[in-house]
């Protein structure tokens, strides 16, 4: 773990709640409850900007759906969410509580799902150049005159082909993305969102179903992303992945942040490894 | 038997009808109604089953502005107020019903039409859109006047007589009207093609493949939902604007839901999300009714179905029937409809 990003992070207390020294998102008091069960109850969050932070934890503990009410897919019961669009400027910051889905992501904060969304009868090509923001085109005014966006337009194109190129898509290129196995919609999702240029995107399990070769080259992305200057917020439970590249880990159990820090950090801590207790994951933690 | 079958149709008038109704007025409404219900459906996968409300709010804006003499009752603004009540329809539509489930803005889309027809019938608003007997008023009627005068006789520039031959003969209001209807038709089909192939386009059709994928990524999906519903919904009331053209007159008999049961039929035989469909959809879909309906017609008249079996009044069903029966023969054989593209229509939704 020699590249991890630790002058990010300076010396930052591995508790839950702790404070970041340049946060890019921070949670508070979000509660969401289905029925009786409490599925997120998060007092406090933050997230560090700049580094690959990974969200783990067992089957129903909240993950994906605090992924939900942060994009603004699901309403929480209370609670609320502040982005920091830019570094050590406290100052402007944005309450993304209430805030739809597509204003959320307008805001530089994008994810993909862990079911994959891929837009069937679109040709990959068109699923690539849908995730571009801002496009001139895509407003009823300019439409009809392709000398407004034709530029924009070939712009936009050659980003796409350079991702899909980057994430071995080239070949589907035109091809209807129903056509597509698998793996190889994680993939185009996550090429997809990238093409937003996000300053944080969140990922919800994207190597599941991916060919462990591919997950090699997938690993290298999100590290080449995170050196980029993108913020890497990811939900994995490959346990070889997530102690692989992650810089810092949040424990999520019963909806709850039990437990935070770098990946010795989390391996060591008794909280996580009763969490998972019983399953296989606790055997690969003791081994870390 | 068979032979005798063949001595007893006369194959010219049957193909001759069938082609006439396939290139007439009614055919060029149908197609542009579709062409709206396309991008509706088509493409932005929104389930309009009111699309007769659209055709309605065209042709009574238009009727009730000219025959109450509104800003002088130029027929012009009398068109402007027809479409800018198909916008009217549109938001009412959308603004409560699309950000829910698709479910609920078919169950609206029905409602708002049913509604609109039934309001149009009943005797308060007698004064203004003549209740059940509809505009103009049953006097100006008799005396052979419309509101479509200004248009297929003032401004008709094709002179008095009958053009054509064979079946295909039209007088010069008919020819007149039909130029009108297609030429909408062909503009209105450039308009959805220009629009497609743009960014915007793109972004429509992308909230029908997945809104919450359209959302991810920033887009806006009930504003671009409520676009593409006032666009084709205002497509749709050029297409009730023009059939009021062609009959001289609108009335609620016009408007009920089986028009728009019609214009699926004409769209989904023809192929959704293809430009070319709903005008190829349209012209099968008269010419097919209309020959099987003569066809049937010469029959019985011949003798050769007995009146036991089928009775001339009965045909107006029985085609109906066997319209029905085609399509689901075509849908099993042809999914995509006749032009639509096979390989999209050969995704299965996952
Ligand atoms: N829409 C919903 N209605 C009812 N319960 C829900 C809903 N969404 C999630 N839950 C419940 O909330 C809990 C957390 O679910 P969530 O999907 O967030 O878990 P997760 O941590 O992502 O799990 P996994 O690792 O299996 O994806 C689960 O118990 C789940 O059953
Ligand atoms: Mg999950």
New binding site residues.
Partial sequence: MSDNKSSELGNVEPTPGSTKLDPILTIDNVVRS??G?R??DIDHLEVQRGIITAFI??????????FNLITGFDKPDSGQWTFHQLANAKSWTTDLSGLRPHQIANKGMVRTF?LTKSLAKMTVLDNMLLGAAEQKGESLRNALFTSRWRQQENTILRKAEDLLERFKLSHMRDEYAATLSGGQRKLLEMARALMSEPKLILLD?PMAGVNPVLVESLLVHIENLRDEGVSVLF?E?DMDAIMGISDWIVV?AE?QVIAEGTPSDVSKNPAVIDAYLGSAIAEELKDV | MLMNLFAEIDVSKLFGLALRTSIGVQAATFALAAVGLNLHYGYTGLLNFGVVAFMAAGAYGMAIFFTQGWLGGSILLAIASGLAFAVIIALSIGLPSLRLRADYLALTTIAIAEVLRISFRSQRLLDLTGGPFGLPSIEDRNANVSFADVITVDWNPIGKGNYGAWFLEFDEKTLWVMIIGWSLVSLASLLIWGLMRSPWGRVIKAIREDEDAARALGKNVFSYKLQSLIIGGVIASLAGIVRAFDMGFVETQQFRPQTTFFIWTVLILGGAASIWGPIIGSMTFWFVIIFSEELLRQMVDSGWIPEAILKSNDIASVRMILMGIMLATLMIWRPQGLVGKKEEAQIDVR
């Fill in positions: 289905f029925g069960l599925a997120v934890g067992p089957n129903g503990a909240g993950k994906t759906t605090l862990q399990e939900i439970h999520l909806g």
